[in-house]
């Protein structure tokens, strides 16, 4: 399973990023998060599958570091809150995983 951890700072930018993923059939909903600089508010009720956590004043990669943590994926990814992934985006993930392995 593919956890997908996403950075936020821009608010109006999120909820394309989020559909766009949710779209996706391989990523588990319940474990697709949105570490954030701002309060999710309405957002957590339009997407109450998406975990919101709130981390003001950490820098990217201590956001990063915090959905790592809260991740139960074999695998997690990173999107970025102004990115609209592709239809394939989880399948080149695997193949990029499954090509590691001897």
Do not use: H
Not at 10 to 16: H, T, W
Not at 45 to 57: A, D, L, T
């Amino acid at each position: 399973m593919i956890s997908v951890v996403i950075v936020s700072s821009r608010k109006n930018m999120i909820k394309e990023c989020v559909n766009s993923l949710i779209a996706l059939p391989e990523i588990d909903k319940k474990d697709l998060m949105v570490v954030t600089d701002y309060e999710a508010g309405n957002l957590s009720k339009e997407f109450p599958s998406v975990k919101f956590i709130n981390s003001f004043k950490k820098s990217i990669p201590a956001k990063r570091n915090i959905g790592v943590n809260l991740a139960s994926g074999s695998i997690v990814a990173f999107a970025d809150d102004d990115c609209v992934v592709d239809q394939d985006w989880t399948d080149g993930i695997e193949d990029l995983f499954k090509a590691k392995k001897p």
